[in-house]
């Protein structure tokens, strides 16, 4: 397996996943046949591997800061169920308010009914003079008749 390093008799070469990046590590057998290159070699993927901690460690900042504009943005909008909850009340106060419109009268009904109750008022001491009057006739044949 290529791992982009060069190859050492001695070295052991392990491949671990950390996020998104592969990280080379190498360890190196006790001390032998290590020269001044590869100890140069070490210093720099020592450095390679600095690097690839920083990208991880901004990579998680970036992601932090998503999941953080992602809740914000979920809480501003309100979900889609809530809003069919709402549009639904709605739906049933406009047809409630239909069939009270529906169900009251029109100007002529009203005109109609406010002058029967006019009539009704008027005619009142007209009716009570008639039962006055069949009170006192039957007041009358009563007496007569005993």
């Known amino acids: 397996m290529y791992t982009g390093m060069p190859q050492h008799p001695l070295a052991l070469h392990m491949r671990s996943n950390v996020g998104c990046f592969y990280i080379y590590t190498r360890y190196v057998g006790q001390g032998k046949g290590v020269n001044m290159t ?10 390679r591997l600095a690097k690839l901690e920083q990208q991880t460690d901004n990579i998680e ?4 800061e998503l ?38 009268a029109d100007s002529d009904e009203v005109k109609r009914i ?22 006192v006739f039957l007041y009358t044949v009563l007496t007569a008749l005993i």
């Open 38 to 47: 590869q100890e140069a070699k070490e210093m720099e993927n020592g450095e």
């Open 61 to 64: 900042r970036i992601v932090t």
């Open 67 to 104: 999941n953080d504009n992602i809740k914000s943005f979920t809480a501003i909008y309100v979900p889609r169920t809530e809003i069919q909850l709402m549009l639904d009340a709605r739906d049933k106060q406009i047809s409630d308010l239909d069939k009270k419109l529906e169900s009251k």
């Open 114 to 135: 406010v002058k029967e109750d006019d009539n009704r008022k008027n005619n009142a001491p007209a009716w009570a003079a008639v039962m006055i009057s069949a009170v």
